[in-house]
């Protein structure tokens, strides 16, 4: 088999500091921005930004339908921050036009952990990651105020899961590639 591509959702967040983390890990980095990109990818990751505007060119770049398609199909995905707001059943406090992609039963609350000024870094301790704890950036993070049965809750904070896992979709709260920290990219990389 050829090795994965694994695409990097490209429309706006912070795109770059992913396509380096995957490859750091050696894998092949594809960014997405067309429906044409996406056919190229095995598996996605949907980068920290804003996910209103991120939402918004999800519909005029063509890319909505084809990534809904591709996520019922079992693509694998990893959203953070932003992405796991994206990938969400239930946003809570977005725009009124905001639309999810549901492929993981979440209800998120967006900036719930407080504002800018409140962006934190904490050590978190996540089941399936090796290691010692995982040194985690919120930055305007979103809140899992519920999560179905069928959602492994991976990591918490203040008693609020900041990592889970629905089958092939892994989400988390936080930037991880904003801290140097490349294992949870290699868990969703196992998963691949
Ligand atoms: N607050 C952003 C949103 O609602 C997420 C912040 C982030 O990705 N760092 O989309």
Redesign the pocket.
Known sequence: MPPATIGVLALQ??VREHVAALRALGADALEVRTPADLERVDALVL????????SLLLASSGLRQPLEARLEAGMPAFG???????LAREVL??RADQQSLAAIDLTVR??AFGPQAA?FEADLDVAGVTGGPLHAV?????VVEKAGDAVEVLGEVDGHPVVARQGKILVCA??PELAGDLRLHELFLQEV
């Open positions: 967040g912070d980068p920290g930004g804003e996910s209103t505007a991120v953070t921050c932003a992405g796991m707001i994206l406090d977005g967006r900036n962006s919120f930055i305007r993070a979103p936080f930037h």
